[in-house]
Structures are given as structure tokens and as C-alpha cells.
């Protein structure tokens, strides 16, 4: 039961990693009918200034606060430069273009941070064990992650459903043209939102970044699950992006950690301790495949 327990809080806090990447996304997505695949290059120059400004301030959280803000300088600049050329053109062109912003901010890396991986240390204070319960030691840093990513869902949450961006965030979710006949600013709305989608994904980024390595593509692998969370989730539904990113967590995290265990049962050790991840991730998109059959819009996407 303890191990279970350790595997569903690992669960927990990719989940909330995933869902800072994924709100961005549908966000994107849902409101600017904008298919950004480079979304996942802006969590990696997360990560990659995250490293830079913590070895001049010498400080992790002083270093990660200052990270946020220039991510979403960075994001602004490639709305205004280059996205916002392409929301008058289809799909397929916003594929392409995005692709291309990939391999751009691939070679920008590979230019400024050289080709070798980056490796960020966990901060000191945080270098250790807490007990969640009497003898049950967690990482104090991947529970921070689930505090953190926590924080922000609430306060994603608040910001969508009582302030006046999030109205406006809404109400362009449900039909821009109409907003923008009323007289609200829609290029200015869409540079904030995409700002905001690039801050969520540079904080994922640069907290995944003491776990994992730094490196050139990081974001690619988690892109790929950040689209299937938005289409299990429903487009543009910021309740629907976390409910589907803690669902595909906890599939992800503990098929993982108990597949193997039932597959030796019939095939040997190493045959399992292989196909066990490969089989994870086959479920998230079984789990995909069943909802677009029962619910095409996603759970909690608007019906057309």
C-alpha cells in the first residue's frame, strides 16, 4: 500500500506537469483555432533560461521567478512575429509553420547553450525527504511540484472563471468574431493568452528540468501527451485539460510501476520490465480512441 501510494502521488505530480503544458495549449487551441506544435520548444526555452538565470543569481527560486517573465517575453515575440500571421490559414499551413518554429528554436538552443545536455540541481532546502505519512518518505522536490502545479491549477482556475481576462478568455473560446464585434482589442487578447500559455509551459519546463535532464527536443515526448490530454479533456475546457492530465498521469506513472509484476507472470523479466511502459502508453491512447468515440468533443468540450 505504501508503494502504491508513492507511484499514485509520482501520478499526481506528472499529471500537474502535463496540465501546465496542456492549459496552455488548449487555450491556444480553443480560443485562437490555432494548432501550435512548437508549444513544446516554449518549454524547453523555459527550462534552458531557467538555467541560465539561476547559475548568475546563484539561487533556484530567485532564478525560476525571473525565468517566468522572460518566457513570456519570449512568447510574445513569437506571437506577434510569427503566429499572428498565421490565424487566417488552415490548419495544415499552422502545422507546417509550427513545425518549423521547432527546428528554429532547436537550432537557436543548439546555438546559444551549445549541443550538450544542461542539468539544473535540486534546490538545497528541498534535497530531501518528507513524511506524507509515519514511515512513508517522499522527495520534498517532487512534492513541491505537486504543490506548486496545485497553486497554479487554482489560480489558472480563479483567473478563467472571476476576473475580466478570463471572461474575455471564455468569450473568445465560444465565438471571437463576436467579441471582436463588440470592440475588444483581439490582437491584444490573443498575445496575453499566448504570453500566459508560454509562462505555463516555461514553469513546467524549468521544474521538470531537476528531474530530467536539459536538453535539445525535451519538450517534443511531452507535447505529444499534452495533445492527447486536451483531446480526452475537450478543446479549450481548462477543467476537462486537468481532469485528463491527472487521469493520464496516473495510467502513465503506476501501469508503469505494476505492469511488470503481472506480465512476469507469463513472459520473462526482462520482456516485461520492457513492455510494461510501452503498454502504458498504448492505454493513454486506448483511453483517447474510447472517448472520441463516446464523446467526440472531448469530456468537457462544447457540442457543435
Given at each position: 500500500?505504501?508503494?502504491?501510494?508513492?507511484?499514485?502521488?509520482?501520478?499526481?505530480?506528472?499529471g500537474?506537469?502535463?496540465?501546465?503544458?496542456?492549459?496552455?495549449?488548449?487555450?491556444?487551441?480553443?480560443?485562437?483555432?490555432?494548432?501550435?506544435?512548437?508549444?513544446?520548444?516554449?518549454?524547453?526555452?523555459?527550462?534552458?533560461?531557467?538555467?541560465?538565470?539561476?547559475?548568475?543569481?546563484?539561487?533556484?527560486?530567485?532564478?525560476?521567478?525571473?525565468?517566468?517573465?522572460?518566457?513570456?517575453?519570449?512568447?510574445?515575440?513569437?506571437?506577434?512575429?510569427?503566429?499572428?500571421?498565421?490565424?487566417?490559414?488552415?490548419?495544415?499551413?499552422?502545422?507546417?509553420?509550427?513545425?518549423?518554429?521547432?527546428?528554429?528554436?532547436?537550432?537557436?538552443?543548439?546555438?546559444?547553450?551549445?549541443?550538450?545536455?544542461?542539468?539544473?540541481a535540486?534546490?538545497t532546502?528541498?534535497?530531501?525527504?518528507?513524511?506524507?505519512?509515519?514511515?512513508?518518505?517522499?522527495?520534498?522536490?517532487?512534492?513541491?511540484?505537486?504543490?506548486?502545479?496545485?497553486?497554479?491549477?487554482?489560480?489558472?482556475?480563479?483567473?478563467?472563471?472571476?476576473?475580466?481576462?478570463?471572461?474575455?478568455?471564455?468569450?473568445?473560446?465560444?465565438?471571437?468574431?463576436?467579441?471582436?464585434?463588440?470592440?475588444?482589442?483581439?490582437?491584444?487578447?490573443?498575445?496575453?493568452?499566448?504570453?500566459?500559455?508560454?509562462?505555463?509551459?516555461?514553469?513546467?519546463?524549468?521544474?521538470?528540468?531537476?528531474?530530467?535532464?536539459?536538453?535539445?527536443?525535451m519538450?517534443?515526448?511531452?507535447l505529444?501527451?499534452?495533445?492527447?490530454?486536451?483531446?480526452?479533456?475537450?478543446?479549450?475546457?481548462?477543467?476537462?485539460a486537468?481532469?485528463?492530465?491527472?487521469?493520464?498521469?496516473?495510467?502513465?506513472?503506476?501501469?508503469?510501476?505494476?505492469?511488470?509484476?503481472?506480465?512476469?507472470?507469463?513472459?520473462?523479466?526482462?520482456?516485461?520490465?520492457?513492455?510494461?511502459?510501452?503498454?502504458?502508453?498504448?492505454?493513454?491512447?486506448?483511453?483517447?480512441?474510447?472517448?472520441?468515440?463516446?464523446?467526440?468533443?472531448?469530456?468537457?468540450?462544447?457540442?457543435?
Amino acid at each position: 500500500m505504501e508503494y502504491l501510494l508513492l507511484q499514485v502521488l509520482n501520478g499526481v505530480q506528472l499529471g500537474l506537469l502535463m496540465f501546465l503544458l496542456a492549459a496552455g495549449l488548449t487555450l491556444t487551441l480553443g480560443i485562437m483555432d490555432l494548432v501550435n506544435l512548437a508549444h513544446g520548444s516554449l518549454y524547453m526555452i523555459g527550462a534552458y533560461i531557467a538555467w541560465t538565470l539561476i547559475g548568475v543569481t546563484d539561487s533556484f527560486v530567485l532564478g525560476a521567478l525571473l525565468a517566468l517573465p522572460a518566457t513570456f517575453l519570449v512568447g510574445v515575440a513569437v506571437e506577434i512575429i510569427v503566429i499572428r500571421r498565421l490565424y487566417a490559414r488552415d490548419h495544415l499551413t499552422q502545422v507546417l509553420a509550427t513545425f518549423g518554429l521547432i527546428l528554429f528554436f532547436n537550432e537557436l538552443v543548439r546555438a546559444l547553450w551549445g549541443a550538450g545536455g544542461k542539468s539544473i540541481a535540486v534546490p538545497t532546502f528541498l534535497n530531501r525527504t518528507i513524511e506524507i505519512l509515519p514511515g512513508v518518505p517522499y522527495p520534498a522536490y517532487r512534492f513541491a511540484i505537486i504543490v506548486v502545479g496545485a497553486a497554479v491549477a487554482i489560480l489558472l482556475a480563479w483567473l478563467v472563471a472571476r476576473t475580466r481576462l478570463g471572461m474575455l478568455i471564455r468569450a473568445g473560446a465560444s465565438n471571437r468574431r463576436m467579441i471582436g464585434a463588440l470592440g475588444v482589442n483581439i490582437e491584444l487578447l490573443f498575445s496575453l493568452v499566448f504570453g500566459l500559455g508560454a509562462v505555463f509551459a516555461g514553469l513546467a519546463g524549468l521544474m521538470a528540468a531537476p528531474i530530467a535532464s536539459v536538453r535539445i527536443g525535451m519538450g517534443d515526448d511531452i507535447l505529444i501527451l499534452a495533445l492527447v490530454i486536451i483531446v480526452i479533456g475537450g478543446i479549450g475546457s481548462i477543467k476537462g485539460a486537468f481532469i485528463a492530465a491527472m487521469v493520464v498521469g496516473q495510467i502513465d506513472i503506476v501501469g508503469r510501476a505494476f505492469l511488470p509484476d503481472m506480465l512476469k507472470t507469463f513472459m520473462s523479466s526482462s520482456a516485461a520490465s520492457s513492455a510494461a511502459p510501452a503498454i502504458s502508453q498504448v492505454l493513454v491512447y486506448v483511453l483517447m480512441a474510447a472517448v472520441l468515440v463516446w464523446r467526440p468533443t472531448g469530456l468537457f468540450g462544447q457540442r457543435t
